[in-house]
């Protein structure tokens, strides 16, 4: 579009349009006052029709700009041109501008890995302990909501905004604006009941389990069938959905995503410890996350029905599928089947055994699964099943030192009593071999570390006579030496200078046999215009003292005249 371009608050320019939502387009901008790139989001003006709602925007923009957290984009203005001689146009914010990627759009590639989905998460939730401890809670966490930087680095936008959007809506159905992030929504903010910081961390557990299963938990025909089963229903356990899911991960996921605000975590804190045992902890067991899962997801069928009536009342739509299981007949004919299959299973079972011979004891061993256990724990099981350990070391890198990284045969083989497991245990990283760095220049001498797997470290430089400037006259490594990789390598340098002091004065021949020893060559002139001595002594030189390039050659004039 040509012409003048468009300037808000006589202040910041908009340029070309970047990216829209729901409720606002985001738009390139320049702060012409301060000199910087700033990103301007404008509402939508329908939004923007309404009075109520951009007073309390405007409020809530302002309390969002006083936020100043490394994981949250920053709001540095807020503006609405109604109150000036624009009447009609719609509010504004203004905006850091970060450059990454929409956590939405890396999702839309599939799951994310379980420990760059946990780093995310821990962003996130270092984001929301801060805004949660200064009053503000953010009711529209989701994908859309969260960058990821070109560095890794999380970044929540839209605080203060949800707020005034939310605000401005008692229920699912009074605004489409609302609607659009029923996927995300707390089971209060789908009944319409007041919400607090518990609520952001049931929708950072959504996104959390869309993060590790590539989807939604829920997911409808409507919206309002979304907020239905958020509500309602229990969602999958992620390890059912991507089985590459650490089973760590499942009982923090329910947990987050409890129907009850009381049974979350109390804080995003809690979450984030959770999340980090989780990791590095024990997995818990199947009979843990089915107890943890009656325990969350058990409501009171009772309340669970008028819920549900109720979210009925508010859509239209009358060809909603249904989501809920079958009636309670359907229920009674499934468990008649089901015991009808256990009793022929067990008939089945009681035939085949009276038929089959008597059993001789058995001497066979099933290898246990030892992997990551010490050696002497690994030993010490194989020595009570009878068998033998074979022990070989290898280097490994991914296993801790002294812990079993492979066995063979490999866990749940079976071998007789007597015989012999290979245990593979880790001796740690494999080690690397400094290379000679003595009289190599900095520069070879940096490709040679750096080819070795070492880091470069410190280059601290000394007057040598001898060697040139820049070469290697000694490393904090010595040469041929066995050390981890990333071991920092730090160098002394020649400076190429030697210091040399003011030779006025001496005699000829012992400033001579000095600046030899520096690495410089003297060079004695006569100066006939003044009277000489005997010994002849140096009158003057023809550098200044102090630091001076080795082989230099050094006039040393001394007087030769008539007494």
């Known amino acids: 579009m040509s012409g003048e371009p468009r300037i808000l608050a006589d202040r910041y320019r908009v340029d070309e349009i970047i990216g829209h939502g729901g409720m606002a387009k985001v738009y390139r901008g320049y702060d012409l006052t301060l000199g910087r790139q700033v990103a301007i989001k404008i509402l939508d003006p329908e939004l923007a029709r309404d009075a109520a709602f951009r007073t309390r925007f405007r409020l809530e923009a302002q309390a969002a700009s006083r936020m100043s957290h490394p994981s949250i984009v920053r709001v540095f203005d807020a503006g609405d041109p109604s109150d000036g001689d624009t009447a009609g146009e719609p509010p504004y914010i203004v905006m850091e501008l970060v450059h990454g990627t929409l956590l939405k759009d890396i999702i ?132 059912e959905v991507n089985e590459l899911v650490p089973a760590g991960l499942d009982a923090i996921v329910l947990r987050a995503m409890a129907k009850d605000p009381y049974q979350r975590f109390p804080d995003a804190a809690s979450f984030r410890k959770s999340l980090d045992s989780a990791v590095t902890g024990r997995a818990p ?20 029905q008028e819920t549900a009536r109720s979210l009925r009342q508010l859509s239209t739509d009358t060809t909603m599928t249904r989501t809920q299981s079958g009636p309670p007949v359907a ?100 080690l690397v071999t400094v290379p000679v760095l003595e009289g190599l220049s900095q520069d070879a001498a940096r490709q040679a570390i750096e080819g070795a ?54 005699t000829v021949d012992a400033a001579t046999a000095q600046l030899e020893t520096l690495g410089m060559t003297a060079k004695p002139v006569k100066d006939d215009s003044c009277p000489g001595s005997d010994p002849p002594t140096v009158s003057t030189m023809s550098v200044a003292p102090g630091d001076v390039a080795i082989g230099t050659t050094v006039e040393l004039k001394y007087c030769s005249g008539d007494q």
């Open 285 to 304: 067991s199947k009979k843990e996350i089915g107890a943890l899962t009656s325990e969350l997801y058990g409501p009171n069928p009772r309340q669970a």
């Open 108 to 239: 839309a590639a599939g799951p994310v890995p379980a420990e760059v989905a946990v780093r995310y998460m821990d962003g996130i939730l270092e984001a929301l302990d801060y805004s949660h401890r200064a009053g503000v809670v953010h009711r529209d966490i989701k994908p859309g909501n969260v960058m990821i930087t070109e560095t890794g680095a999380v970044k929540v936008m839209d605080f203060g905004i949800a707020r005034a959007v939310s605000d401005s809506s008692s229920t699912v159905a009074e605004t489409t604006q609302i609607i659009g992030t029923a996927a995300y929504f707390s089971p209060e903010q789908a009944k319409g009941e007041p919400v607090d910081a518990r609520t952001d961390l049931y929708s950072a557990g959504v996104v959390l389990y869309e993060m590790l299963t590539g989807r939604q938990p829920f997911r409808g025909d409507s919206p309002v069938a979304v907020a239905y089963q958020h509500v309602s229903e229990t969602p999958v356990p992620p390890t």
């Open 453 to 506: 797997g070492l880091v470069f470290g410190e280059v601290r430089q000394q007057n040598d006579p001898t060697a040139k400037a820049g070469t290697v006259l000694e490393a904090s490594q010595k040469a041929d030496t066995q050390v981890p990789p990333k071991t920092v390598v730090d160098l002394v340098v020649a400076s190429g200078v030697m210091t040399v002091d003011n030779l006025t004065g001496w």
């Open 331 to 430: 229920w009674i004919w499934a468990g008649v089947a089901l015991l009808a299959v256990l009793l022929v299973s067990v008939l089945f079972w009681v035939i085949s055994m009276s038929m089959r011979p008597p059993e001789v004891p058995s001497t066979s061993r099933t290898v246990p699964n030892l992997i990551d256990q010490t050696m002497t724990s690994a030993q010490g099981q194989l020595e009570d099943l009878d068998l033998f350990a074979k022990v070989v070391q290898e280097p490994n890198s991914e296993v801790e030192k002294d812990h079993v990284f492979r066995t063979d045969p490999e866990a749940g083989q079976t071998l007789n009593a007597g015989e012999t497991v290979t245990i593979y245990v880790s001796t740690g990283a494999e």
